[in-house]
Structures are given as C-alpha cells and as structure tokens.
C-alpha cells in the first residue's frame, strides 16, 4: 500500500485557532514550571541526583540499554567502546573493545544472554555475557542507523544508510536482507509480535516487512513534503495490562516525522486511524521533528509524543485528539511510559530528566546531575529505574520511586 488507505479519509489534527483545543498550545510558556536556578545546590552547581554515575567512557555516550534482569547496564560512545556494568554497583563487568568507530547502538537480547554493539561503520559484534566472550560478529555494509532484536528470538535486524536492512540468526550466519532502493532507514525495530519489523524511511515512507517471506507493507506517511520518518514505535494491545491477548492479538503502530507529524496506523493492514500534528510549532524556523513516542502501556489508547519544540504531547488515540502538553524548555529526544502507571518520563537536551502525570500534565519529578545533552535514555522493566546518556560522557542511574 502506496499512500493510500482503502479509499477512507485521514483525520489530520492541526488545531486551528479557532478549535479550542488551541487553548493548550495558549497556556504553553516554556519558562513555566522551570526554575532557573532550582537545579543548583546551594554552592551554585549542578544539583546531583544520580545514584550512581560511571564515568569510564572517554568521549559522548551515544547509547544505554538495561538488561531484561534489571542487572546489568550496556553502554556506547564516541570513544569507539562499549562498557558493560552492574546496576547496583557501578563495577564494571566488561570492556567490549575491537570497533572501528563510535559505539552508536547497544541492546540485550530478548533473555539477556546476549549484548549487541554496533558502530557507525557498520561493525557489528555480539558479546556472550556468561563468559564475555564475541560469538558472533557482522557488517552491516554502510554506516549503521538502529539495531534491535527480535523479542523472542536470537535474530538481529540493523538498518543501514544505504536503506539495506540486515536480519542475522545468531550466532550462525543465516541471515535475509530486505532492499530499500537506495532510500537512507532512519529508524526501525522489530514488532512485539516477532514477526515483522518495521523501518521509517527518509522519503517519508514506512514499510513493514514480513520477516519470514520478505514481502512488505508501504505506507507513504511523510506528506506531500516527503518528510524523513525520525522514529517509529509499537505496541502489542492486550485485554489486561500485563496479560496478553493469546488469540489474534492487535498490534498498533506509529511513526514521526521530521515535519511533526505522526501517524498511527495497523501494520497489518495499513489502515491509519489518526494523522496528527505533534511538532507545536510556534516559530516559522523552529525545529518541531518528532524524536520519540510511546503508547500506554496494555491498551495503547493513549500516545506520548515528543518534539525537538520541547513539547511532550498525549493523544486519545481513538479520537485523535491532544489530551494534555507539557512543555520543557529546549527539544525533547526520548520518552517512555513507566509500565502500568499514567506517569511519562522524557529526557530532555536541557541535560534534566522529568517525570510526568500524564493524566493532568503536571510535572511530578525532576532529576538532575548531567553537564550537558542527554542522547539516550532507559528505562527499567520494573519501571523504578532510569539510566541516561549524555555529551557529558557520563552515565547516570536515577530512582524514580
């Protein structure tokens, strides 16, 4: 499917000035609700809320991703590295050394036996954490763009800039590749179903491919601009938050632009229920790129989203309508939803990690320590832990309870 969607009119969501959904893009002041100086001690710097900081790393850290057991951290960065260590401790565990560039990618496989690090080259290693030892290792021809595990098997997907993606069995070397036309995958990872991935595009186009029969769905959601698709989530709808729908289970997805705009669609089916306008723009050269997003957790009938404007947005799906804003005072480039709460955490260049109400838009935590940008951001599966990266070359472990 070509940018079509079976004859039915997208809802586009642009909040005119008359429509007085306008009134929260009106209360948004970016200096509100932001000290200017709270996030100092009283010997005027940078207040420190970080249980623990590992500071090994010699350049920006680009990437963090915490193991499946809550147990271990992984960590990428500038310095052509990668750090394996323990979350409650801080003692590192492992050195993955042996790239060729910036470690830009890290992720635990689905049990967390394995670790994945890329480079922007396209080096690929996997680590086996029992013993610390390579089992496996690739090139992803090109420099590398994501990296993401299939949620239920040792199979590996990387997205290149030349628009190849790779799909790697590990630790054999069977593996598919999907063509994208010479068409750079911004972004991409693999569905919760284990079956499909899929790939935002830089023309605008997000295709979801069939990982067993290499067939794909194309959906053209850049606009009439073609603009690139920046990120792309999904989630596995369940009848109960925690308790999975075993037959015919529904899996929603969405994908941002660099526009601003979102769309929310089946992958299935390619049917969109909602294109909405998440960029909030308020300047004409404003950067209003939607960096991240994420559905509510079991029932996906609410989607965060976030921009480089500083405004993290909640949307009623079914209505595609703005819910609540929360604005910061610079871009926002990750977001996530604490499993099984109303409450959103974002990480913000600004170096602050915030914590909000999603139901009322209120700020409820605001967590400090980094010098400078925070470039990744991850979160806990039991929710009460955020691990962050920044240009400060630091990682930080914050609590949230």
């Known amino acids: 499917m070509d940018g079509e969607n079976g004859g039915e009119e997208i809802p586009v969501v642009e909040l005119p000035g008359d429509d007085p959904r306008v009134a929260h893009l009106e209360e948004l002041n970016m200096d509100d609700g932001f000290s200017t100086g709270d996030e100092l001690d009283n010997d005027g710097e940078i207040r420190d809320d970080a249980k623990l900081c590992f500071t090994d790393h010699t350049d920006s850290v680009f990437s963090v991703d915490i193991s499946p057991n809550n147990l271990l ?27 060729k560039d910036s470690v830009a990618h890290v992720s635990f496989s689905h049990d967390g036996a394995l670790l994945a690090t890329g480079d922007l080259s396209g080096f690929i290693q996997v680590w086996q954490l029992l013993d610390g030892s390579v089992i496996w290792n690739g090139d992803a021809d090109g420099d590398l763009e994501w990296l993401s ?68 769905l194309n959906l053209e ?37 660099e526009s601003g705009f979102v769309t929310v669609f089946h992958p299935g089916s390619g049917k969109v229920y909602a294109r909405i306008d998440a960029g909030f723009k308020q300047e004409e050269n404003e950067m209003c790129a939607v960096e991240a997003m994420t ?65 009322n838009g209120q700020c409820v935590k605001e967590l400090s320590g980094h010098r400078d940008e925070i470039l990744d951001m991850c979160l806990s599966k039991d929710g009460s832990i955020v691990v962050s990266a920044s240009s400060d070359k630091t990682i930080r472990i914050f609590s949230l309870s």
């Open 73 to 99: 951290v992984a960590s990428g960065g500038g310095d052509d590295i990668a750090h394996l260590f323990n979350l409650q401790t801080g003692a590192k565990v492992l050195t993955c050394q042996g790239h």
């Open 149 to 216: 595990w299939n949620p239920q098997a040792p199979v590996l997907v990387a997205g290149n800039k030349k628009g190849v993606i790779w799909m790697w069995q590990v630790p054999s070397n069977r593996m598919k590749c999907f063509e994208g036309n010479n068409v750079q995958t911004e972004c991409g990872h693999c569905m919760l179903d284990g079956l499909h991935v899929c790939a935002g595009y830089h023309n605008g186009l997000v295709r979801v491919w069939d990982m067993k029969t290499s067939q794909s």
């Open 221 to 257: 959601v850049g606009g009439a601009e073609h603009s690139p698709v920046l990120c792309v989530t999904s989630l596995l709808v369940t009848d109960e938050v925690g308790k999975q729908t075993i037959q015919n289970p529904v899996v929603i997805a969405a994908a941002g632009c």
């Open 295 to 359: 559905f509510s957790p079991g029932d996906g009938r609410f989607l965060a989203t976030a921009s480089l404007s500083g405004v993290v947005a909640v949307w009623d799906v079914s209505k595609g309508i703005v819910v609540h804003t929360m604005a910061h005072p610079t871009g926002v480039v990750r977001l996530t939803w604490i499993p099984t709460t109303s409450y959103v955490v974002s990480a913000c260049l600004d170096g602050i990690i915030r914590a909000w109400e999603s139901r």
